[in-house]
């Protein structure tokens, strides 16, 4: 178990970029695979990118291309940098251990809130 705290968001416009991050306090980081999950307003929680405590990524269909996921097991840290933003992007961000299920491990943090819009 870890505390996830999650920063990065904005309000940007369609065609931006920006880098999300999350710091993992606590627990052993390093062995769990991470993801990164986004919750729009009246829709579920999905997971957008997965990475692997080996480093292997894997992306949901609808950022593929357009996102990056990495991850810092020294700092703790991972990161979704986003680029080509759409409207349909506007969601809270969140990060979370990913089981094999790639279901949210940990407690969920506060999130970050992406707001892409013209």
């Known amino acids: 178990q870890a505390q996830l705290l999650e920063s990065g968001g904005g309000f940007l416009q369609p065609g931006g970029s920006l880098r999300l991050s999350c710091a993992a306090s606590g627990g052993n980081f390093r062995i769990f695979a991470m993801g990164w999950y986004r919750q729009a307003p009246g829709k579920q929680r999905e997971l957008v990118a997965r990475i692997s405590n080996g480093g292997n990524t894997n992306y949901a269909d609808s950022v593929k291309g357009r996102c990056t996921i990495s991850r810092d097991n020294d700092k703790k840290m991972v990161y979704l940098q986003m680029s080509s933003l759409k409207t349909e992007d506007t969601a809270v961000y969140y990060c979370?251990?990913?089981?094999?299920?790639?279901?949210?491990?940990?407690?969920w943090g506060q999130g970050t809130q992406v707001t892409v819009s013209s």
């Open positions: 979370n251990a990913a089981d094999s299920d790639s279901r949210g491990m940990w407690d």
